[in-house]
């Protein structure tokens, strides 16, 4: 059983019942967040980019629970010795006790000098989940989704800085995704969304509306 737990923002937990995959983890400082940082349980913690909505408390959390940290190598300083970590880049799939990560590209600025923004598809519990991160729309989803049969899509639709329900329902459709969960929206009114847009606009995809604090079986 892969139970998906949503913290708020673009913040998630993946646990397959042994293995916590934490993602993204902006706790503190995050209006919405569902958790505190000194509470949330990690094996893992995938960060998409270093923007603070992003990198978030993953340093701490880090030391806390001894996680080993995945992200890009020029992001994967922030911990010094403290911290174990796996440096990884675009297109690169790492093998790991649960399953497999992936990392895959994001059309976004990284927030730190030479860094890439990415996202990430994620083997574990016998699914596969791909998360944008934050993004733009673009046709390479296509690959994404023609590489692995993508179970849950995990989509930015707050617009801004990042896609909208408009956009975020393409997506959906370059995926092929059989599910998709909105994530990254109303944390702050600028990214003020309705996800029953993305509702509407998506076909031959389910949409599960998550609230924060709120958790699904996947
Ligand atoms: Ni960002
Ligand atoms: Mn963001």
């Not at 399953?99 to 699914?127: D, E, N, Q, T």
């Not at 092929?176 to 995809?205: R, S």
Request: net charge negative; charged share 20%.
């Amino acid at each position: 059983m892969l139970t998906y737990n949503y913290y708020g923002h673009a913040c998630f937990q993946l646990d397959d019942g042994k293995i916590k995959i934490l993602v993204d983890p902006f706790l503190t400082g995050n209006p919405m967040a569902a958790i505190d940082e000194k509470d949330v349980a990690a094996d893992y913690i995938l960060v998409t980019h270093a923007h603070g909505d992003h990198i978030g408390d993953a340093p701490n959390i880090a030391v806390r629970t001894d996680a080993t940290v995945i992200g890009i190598p020029e992001l994967m300083e922030f911990g010094g010795q403290r911290v174990k970590t796996i440096g990884m880049n675009l297109g690169g799939t790492v093998k790991t006790e649960f399953g497999f990560v992936r990392m895959v590209p994001a059309l976004h600025s990284s927030g730190i000098a030479g860094g890439v923004a990415c996202g990430y598809v994620i083997g574990v519990g016998g699914k596969v989940i791909y998360f944008a991160g934050d993004t733009a729309l673009f046709s390479d989803m296509k690959l994404i989704g023609e590489r692995d049969k993508i179970d849950y899509a995990l989509l930015p639709i707050g617009g801004h800085y990042t896609m909208d329900p408009i956009d975020a329902a393409k997506a959906v459709e370059f995926l092929g995704a059989a599910n998709v969960i909105p994530v990254h929206y109303g944390t702050w009114d600028v990214i003020k969304q309705n996800p029953e847009d993305l509702l509407k606009l998506v076909k031959g995809a389910k949409v599960h509306i998550v609230k924060p604090g709120q958790s699904i079986t996947l």
